[in-house]
C-alpha cells in the first residue's frame, strides 16, 4: 500500500506503508544510530514524534523483547529507507512491520531519508504527517500539522505507581520522568536499591524515605511545560541528598534552579556524539536523544557551572552544582543504544552517595 510523508514546509515523500495504515500527524526527528532500532522504538523519549532512522537498513536482526526499553514503543510513528522482512537472528522473536501493526503504530519506508535528513537539519525540525490518503490540496493537512504541539507526553510515559528493585546497597530514589529501564538496571547491577516513582511525587513523600541518594531520568518533551515537578525538584535540591540527574532531569534541575532552556534546531538523537568533560579535557564519545538543551549563559556561577560541553556545537551537557552534591548530564550515560563509555558516571555517583554517609 502507498504511504505519503507530508512535511509541514510542503514537502512530500511517497513510499510504502509499513505498520498501521491510520493517519497521524507529529513532530518529525531524525536518529543516527546504526544499531539498537528496537531500544530506539522502547525510549520513552520519542513520545510525540515520529523517529527517521538515518541508517539505511533497519529491522535485519528482528525483534528481541529482552532488549526493550520499556513496556511498549513510544513514537507516533517509523519513517526508513528500507526494512527488512526476513530477520537473521537466533534471538529474534518477530519482525518490525508485525511490531508496529500490533502496537498501532504507522510507518513509511521506500523514501530517501538521505534528503528527508538534510532538510531537517537545514530548515530544522517541523512537524510532518504518515498517511495513506493522496491528498490532492495541502492546506489542509498543512493547517493541521502547524497546530499540532508535543504536549504533556512526562504524564503519559511515567509509570503509574511506586515500585522497587531490590538489592543490598545504597537506596536510590527514581523519578521517572519517562526512564529507559537500563538507568535503574545500571544501578540495580550496582547493589542498589531502587525505588521508582511517578514524576508527580511529591518530594516530601521520596525525602522521607530517606534515599541514600535521588536519580532524575530522562524523558519526553519540552522541559519548561514541566511547572509543577520542577516545583518539586527545588525541594530535592534544597535537601542533602546526593542528586544524579540525566536528560530531561537535567534540564529540569536547571530550570528548578533559576536558569532556563531552548529548544536546538534539529536535536541530538543517537550513538555517537562527542561530548568533553571540562575540567579533565577528555572527551566521551555518548548516546543523546534530546531536543532542548540548557542555556549555559543563564547560569548563576554561585549554583552551577558548566561540567561537559558538545564537541560538535558547543552547548551545554552537564553541569556540577556548587555547594552541593548533585551533578547532571545531558548524554545517556545507560546508553542502549550506543557506547558504553559515560557508565563510569554511576560508579561516581556511587562514591557519591559513600561519601555522603
Not at 511515567?158 to 543490598?168: A, F, I, M, R, S
Not at 528548578?256 to 543517537?270: E, F, I, Q, V
Not at 561540567?307 to 552534591?325: C, P, S
Not at 545517556?332 to 555517583?349: I, K, N, T, V, W
Request: hydrophobic residues 35%; negative net charge.
Amino acid at each position: 500500500m502507498k504511504a505519503y510523508l507530508i512535511l509541514e514546509d510542503g514537502t512530500v515523500f511517497t513510499g510504502v506503508s509499513i505498520g498501521s495504515a491510520r493517519e497521524v500527524i507529529s513532530e518529525i526527528v531524525f536518529n543516527t544510530s546504526m544499531t539498537g532500532y528496537l531500544e530506539v522504538l522502547t525510549d520513552p523519549s520519542y513520545a510525540g514524534q515520529a523517529v527517521v532512522m538515518t541508517y539505511p537498513l533497519i529491522g535485519n536482526y528482528g525483534i528481541c523483547r529482552e532488549d526493550m526499553e520499556s513496556v511498549k514503543p513510544w513514537p507516533d510513528g517509523y519513517i526508513v529507507r528500507e526494512l527488512s522482512r526476513m530477520p537473521s537472528n537466533f534471538r529474534s522473536e518477530d519482525t518490525i512491520q508485525h511490531f508496529l501493526e500490533e502496537n498501532d503504530i504507522p510507518g513509511i519506508c521506500g523514501i530517501d531519508t538521505r534528503a528527508l535528513t538534510k532538510i531537517l537539519r537545514e530548515k530544522g525540525t517541523m512537524n510532518g504527517m504518515i498517511t495513506t490518503k493522496e491528498y490532492q490540496d495541502l492546506s489542509e493537512p498543512i493547517a493541521r500539522m502547524k497546530e499540532y504541539r508535543v504536549t504533556g507526553v512526562v504524564k503519559a510515559t511515567t509509570t503509574k505507581e511506586t515500585y522497587v528493585l531490590p538489592g543490598e546497597g545504597k537506596k536510590v530514589a527514581l523519578l521517572d520522568l519517562g526512564a529507559k529501564r537500563n538507568i535503574a538496571r545500571s544501578l540495580n547491577e550496582r547493589g542498589c536499591q531502587v525505588t521508582v516513582y511517578p514524576a508527580d511525587t511529591p518530594a516530601e513523600e521520596i525525602l522521607a524515605s530517606n534515599p541514600d541518594g535521588i536519580m532524575l531520568s530522562n524523558g519526553p518533551g519540552d522541559p519548561a511545560e514541566n511547572v509543577e515537578i520542577i516545583r518539586e525538584i527545588r525541594k530535592l535540591y534544597e535537601s542533602n541528598v546526593p542528586i544524579f540527574a540525566i536528560c530531561l532531569g537535567h534540564q529540569l534541575m536547571a530550570l528548578a534552579t533559576g536558569a532556563s532552556t531552548y529548544k536546538l534546531k534539529y536535536g541530538h538523537r543517537g550513538g555517537n556524539h562527542p561530548v568533553k568533560d571540562l575540567e579533565t579535557g577528555r572527551v566521551y564519545i555518548s548516546s543523546q536523544n534530546h531536543g532542548y538543551a540548557v542555556d549555559a549563559e543563564s547560569l548563576d556561577p554561585n549554583v552551577a557551572k558548566p561540567a561537559f560541553v558538545n564537541v560538535n556545537d558547543g552547548t551545554n551537557e552537564g553541569l556540577k552544582y556548587v555547594g552541593k552534591n548533585i551533578f547532571t548530564v545531558q548524554y545517556h550515560p545507560e546508553a542502549c543504544p550506543g557506547p558504553q563509555d559515560s557508565s563510569y558516571l554511576f560508579d561516581r555517583f556511587l562514591k557519591m552517595m559513600e561519601v555522603n554517609d
